[in-house]
């Protein structure tokens, strides 16, 4: 069965860094981008990530460019976001997704295979 499973989510101070993990398993991990969304409540749902299957070529929503890093480990089936400088601003639920159709349709959230359930991250003094 399909799963992803996301951590490394929690409280952390304005200025300060934080690292999501999202392991997956049941699907061939190699042939799909994966990446990360998040939500707020009274907001739209964002793309804020994507690592492509291939070339492992990166997406970034323009809010986080320079303070987020993608990465994947396909021996381990599992993908990372690294994030720096983080802001009151990114308080959200993020939640991990793969799609077979790749990054260039990684805005459309309805073009997502799979979703995992989300972990929350609070930036907060």
């Given at each position: 069965q399909v799963q992803l499973v996301e951590s490394g989510g929690?409280?952390?101070q304005p200025g300060?860094?934080?690292r999501l993990s999202c392991a997956a398993s049941g699907f061939t991990f190699d042939d799909y981008a994966i990446g990360w969304f998040r939500h707020t409540p009274g907001?739209?749902?964002?793309?804020?990530?994507c690592i492509s299957s291939g070339n492992h070529s990166t997406y970034y929503l323009d809010s986080v460019k320079g303070r987020f890093t993608i990465s994947r480990d396909n021996a381990i089936n599992t993908m990372y976001l690294q994030m720096n400088s983080l802001k009151p601003e990114d308080t959200a639920v993020y939640y991990c997704a793969a799609t077979r159709w790749g990054c260039t349709v990684w805005g459309n959230w309805r073009a997502i295979d799979y979703w995992g359930k989300g972990t929350l991250v609070t930036v907060s003094s």
């Open positions: 929690g409280l952390v300060g860094s934080l907001k739209e749902r964002e793309a804020v990530s």
